[in-house]
């Protein structure tokens, strides 16, 4: 089982709808996640941050967390073309000698068509 | 403001060849890290700073090298260039350790090419 995983889709909606993007992590004792979306021929951006159970929102995101069942998604509504982008999913995970890691998915792939 | 830089964005290598990736950034961050991005395999960390004079190897180190002599400039070496080290490489900053992931600036990669 990879550590973090994420369908890699490609995911696709039409404007308006909502776009949701899950992502399962292997590590129960992973404390903080993250969302950056990445598009195509660019670098990464942080989108959310979530650390604790339940939903964070920020404008048109959402991320939920669910501890227990080992996963986080991130939710878009209203989605607009220019949120067609490659969403990674970060974790930081368990200890490895004196650090953690910080364990990347890779990626879903989200098409928003007019 | 520049953020992070790197230099070059696009090169062609031959195997066998040597060069370097410059990374500069102008946020006065500690860390610094370099990745690298292939298709279907994600970002895996090659090496990390968390200040001048201190470097240690993240997931996939070998046939690279790095250095930090100055807070500003973090380069990455590639000696003897193989076609698996065929990748869009990122640099990144911090202002906290990797691993606090909420606070990571890319610069905008450089692709390479071994051929």
């Known amino acids: 089982q990879k550590e973090v995983e994420q369908n890699s889709g490609p995911l696709s909606v039409p404007e308006g709808a909502i776009a949701s993007l899950n992502c399962t992590y292997s590590d129960r004792g992973s404390q903080s996640f993250f969302w950056y979306r990445q598009y195509s021929g660019k670098s990464p951006e942080l989108i959310m941050s979530i650390y604790s159970n339940g939903d964070k929102e920020d404008g048109r995101f959402t991320a939920q967390l669910n501890k227990a069942s080992q996963y986080v998604s991130l939710l878009i509504r209203d989605s607009q073309p220019s949120d067609s982008a490659t969403y990674l999913c970060a974790v930081k995970g368990a200890w490895a000698g004196n650090n953690r890691k910080l364990i990347w998915g890779l990626g879903t792939s989200l098409a928003v068509n007019p | 403001n520049a953020g992070v830089t790197q230099t070059p964005k696009f090169r062609i290598l031959k195997i066998g060849q040597s060069m370097t990736l410059q990374c500069a950034q102008d946020m006065n961050h500690n860390y610094m890290y370099w990745y690298r991005q292939d298709p279907g395999m994600g970002l895996k960390l090659i090496y990390y700073?968390?200040?001048?004079?201190?470097?240690d190897k993240g997931e996939v180190p070998n046939g690279y090298n790095v250095s930090r002599s100055t807070t500003e400039d973090f380069p990455l070496r590639l000696e003897l260039a193989a076609p698996s080290q065929t990748s869009v490489y990122f640099c990144a900053t911090s202002d906290r350790p990797e691993v606090s992931g909420n606070t990571i600036y890319f610069g905008e990669g450089s692709w390479l090419t071994v051929v």
């Open positions: 700073s968390v200040g001048a004079g201190i470097t």
